[in-house]
């Protein structure tokens, strides 16, 4: 194949791809009308015989249909729903679903400075085989029946008394246990959402919040996130503009940025969201690596317009998957009902083992020793990163993640594909930022930054 053969070929792949990628993400459904040639080839900076001849082939393979004089059409017969398309694990795009895949999938000696979870040593141990054993003489109701839709009553209540000591009130029955923090929020946004509504999310936010409203076909805005919460003036344009129902965000331990919502910044979000009627959920996945609570929505607002949620794996464990969904009364019995239509019954052994590690009094140690052992990672491998020009965004309060800036212009994209090819995955900043203004950054987990093998191959990438 000659040079322009050659490069004439993968235009056209490139534009069959987008296509493709389009249909499996829904953006264009079955029956729905392709862009016009011109307007593809203007588009994609290609040729309209480029463009052509994509469009003949993705006839050919059935994916879309032509009608003669008035245009191609996606087929009717549509592919199953696909949010990402699944393909060889170097040329992913980084999109919300990278890091998730990357170390979800990794081999057991793979490192994973990006990825969201303590390494399984980190956690108890001692404190889940001691639970287990327990479990294993009760009542074997505990893991043969359903567990009730509200779940497992002393549980409820202990979450109770936790979110009091943060001085978020709740009574244990405005409390419904959920399989994770993830089902939560997936249940709150069929609760809440109708197909094209707005959600508001931060810039840069946790992935996995795109990748889920994305699933939900909601239209996602952002607002860029500062040390001390969302940027109140364009929070305030933003909401006034697109009229979000919904907003979604981390206050006391951002992630990825390990910022913390400041009291100012809270009132003012509850104040907007008062005058436009936006409903609030608060994810308060890492409440227990703080060392002083921060200012909770929920607290302030008394869970009224804010919905709080939270869950047991980044510090318990993400294998008995355990979440919860604190709400406002009116709402816990069309949760349930939700939750009874998705899930049935709730996951009852894990709800089981996750409070009776919770009771044992060996917990609260755990925790407290998990917090000066981040605390000391987060020193050392700050200190390691900007060595290497690395510079940290913010030095956190507590938690596992460093939101860090690259040396220069370097793309994060390709500092991550690189570092995966020698069996390390990162987290490159753009997979957090809706508006792709984050391919200069990349989070650390610092427990999973350790190995001194990370250092190097960052190194090795970042001198190209
Ligand atoms: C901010 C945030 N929310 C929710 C989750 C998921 O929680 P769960 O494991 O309970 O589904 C994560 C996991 O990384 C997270 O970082």
Redesign the pocket.
């Given at each position: 194949m000659d040079v322009n053969t050659e490069l004439n070929t993968s235009r056209v792949a490139t534009v069959m791809a987008t296509i493709r990628q389009r249909i499996a993400g829904r953006n264009l459904t079955p029956g729905a009308k392709l862009p016009s040639v011109r307007a593809m080839a203007k588009a994609s900076g290609v040729s309209t015989s480029t463009v052509v001849d994509a469009y003949e082939r993705l006839v050919a393979e059935g994916v879309i249909l032509s009608r003669p004089g008035s245009g191609f059409y996606v087929a009717n017969q549509a592919a199953p729903f696909s949010l990402s398309d699944i393909g060889p694990k170097l040329d992913r795009a980084v999109d919300p679903f990278w890091v998730s895949r990357q170390s979800l999938e990794a081999d057991d000696g793979d490192l994973k400075p990006g990825c969201?979870?303590l390494p399984p040593s980190w956690l108890p141990e001692t404190g889940i085989r001691r639970a287990l054993r327990t479990l294993s003489r009760a009542d074997n109701r505990a893991f043969a029946d359903y567990g009730s839709p509200l779940g497992l009553p002393p549980l409820r209540q202990h979450i109770a008394r936790r979110m009091a000591e943060r001085g978020v009130e709740a009574s244990p029955d405005q409390i419904m246990l959920t399989e994770?923090?993830?089902q939560a929020i997936d249940l709150l946004c069929r609760f809440l959402l109708e197909p094209d509504d707005v959600v508001l999310v931060d810039d840069p936010c946790?992935f996995?919040f795109q990748a889920l409203l994305r699933a939900h076909r909601a239209r996602i805005v952002s607002v860029p996130y500062t040390p001390s919460g969302p940027n109140i003036e364009l929070f305030s344009q933003v909401v006034a503009e697109h009229r979000p129902r919904l907003y979604i965000t981390?206050s006391a331990i951002h992630?990825p940025t390990g910022a913390t919502l400041s009291p100012v910044a809270a009132h003012k979000v509850l104040k907007i969201a008062d005058q436009f009627e936006l409903t609030i959920v608060e994810?308060d996945?890492f409440a227990d690596f703080e060392h002083t609570p921060a200012p909770r929505l929920a607290a302030f607002d008394g869970l009224d317009r804010v919905i709080h949620i939270g869950?047991f794996?980044k510090t318990l464990s993400?294998s008995a998957r355990c979440?919860f969904i604190a709400a406002k009364p009116e709402w816990v019995d069309a949760l349930i009902d939700l939750k009874i239509a998705t899930t049935f019954g709730g996951g009852r052994l894990s709800s089981e083992l996750v409070y009776k590690v919770l009771s044992d009094g060996s917990y609260r140690k755990h925790v407290e020793a998990l917090r000066s052992r981040l605390s000391e990672a987060m020193f050392n491998v700050s200190a390691k990163l900007k060595n290497l020009g690395i510079v940290p965004w913010l030095e956190p309060s507590a938690g596992m993640f460093l939101w860090c800036r690259l040396p220069g212009d370097v793309n994060a994209a390709d500092v991550a594909r690189a570092a995966l090819e020698r069996k390390i995955v990162l987290a490159p900043g753009n997979a957090f930022s809706l508006s792709q203004s984050a391919q200069n950054f990349m989070r650390f987990n610092v427990s999973q930054t350790l190995d001194a093998r990370v250092f190097d191959v960052l190194r090795d990438t970042l001198r190209g």
């Amino acid at each position: 194949m000659d040079v322009n053969t050659e490069l004439n070929t993968s235009r056209v792949a490139t534009v069959m791809a987008t296509i493709r990628q389009r249909i499996a993400g829904r953006n264009l459904t079955p029956g729905a009308k392709l862009p016009s040639v011109r307007a593809m080839a203007k588009a994609s900076g290609v040729s309209t015989s480029t463009v052509v001849d994509a469009y003949e082939r993705l006839v050919a393979e059935g994916v879309i249909l032509s009608r003669p004089g008035s245009g191609f059409y996606v087929a009717n017969q549509a592919a199953p729903f696909s949010l990402s398309d699944i393909g060889p694990k170097l040329d992913r795009a980084v999109d919300p679903f990278w890091v998730s895949r990357q170390s979800l999938e990794a081999d057991d000696g793979d490192l994973k400075p990006g990825c969201g979870w303590l390494p399984p040593s980190w956690l108890p141990e001692t404190g889940i085989r001691r639970a287990l054993r327990t479990l294993s003489r009760a009542d074997n109701r505990a893991f043969a029946d359903y567990g009730s839709p509200l779940g497992l009553p002393p549980l409820r209540q202990h979450i109770a008394r936790r979110m009091a000591e943060r001085g978020v009130e709740a009574s244990p029955d405005q409390i419904m246990l959920t399989e994770s923090g993830t089902q939560a929020i997936d249940l709150l946004c069929r609760f809440l959402l109708e197909p094209d509504d707005v959600v508001l999310v931060d810039d840069p936010c946790y992935f996995n919040f795109q990748a889920l409203l994305r699933a939900h076909r909601a239209r996602i805005v952002s607002v860029p996130y500062t040390p001390s919460g969302p940027n109140i003036e364009l929070f305030s344009q933003v909401v006034a503009e697109h009229r979000p129902r919904l907003y979604i965000t981390n206050s006391a331990i951002h992630n990825p940025t390990g910022a913390t919502l400041s009291p100012v910044a809270a009132h003012k979000v509850l104040k907007i969201a008062d005058q436009f009627e936006l409903t609030i959920v608060e994810d308060d996945i890492f409440a227990d690596f703080e060392h002083t609570p921060a200012p909770r929505l929920a607290a302030f607002d008394g869970l009224d317009r804010v919905i709080h949620i939270g869950s047991f794996s980044k510090t318990l464990s993400a294998s008995a998957r355990c979440g919860f969904i604190a709400a406002k009364p009116e709402w816990v019995d069309a949760l349930i009902d939700l939750k009874i239509a998705t899930t049935f019954g709730g996951g009852r052994l894990s709800s089981e083992l996750v409070y009776k590690v919770l009771s044992d009094g060996s917990y609260r140690k755990h925790v407290e020793a998990l917090r000066s052992r981040l605390s000391e990672a987060m020193f050392n491998v700050s200190a390691k990163l900007k060595n290497l020009g690395i510079v940290p965004w913010l030095e956190p309060s507590a938690g596992m993640f460093l939101w860090c800036r690259l040396p220069g212009d370097v793309n994060a994209a390709d500092v991550a594909r690189a570092a995966l090819e020698r069996k390390i995955v990162l987290a490159p900043g753009n997979a957090f930022s809706l508006s792709q203004s984050a391919q200069n950054f990349m989070r650390f987990n610092v427990s999973q930054t350790l190995d001194a093998r990370v250092f190097d191959v960052l190194r090795d990438t970042l001198r190209g």
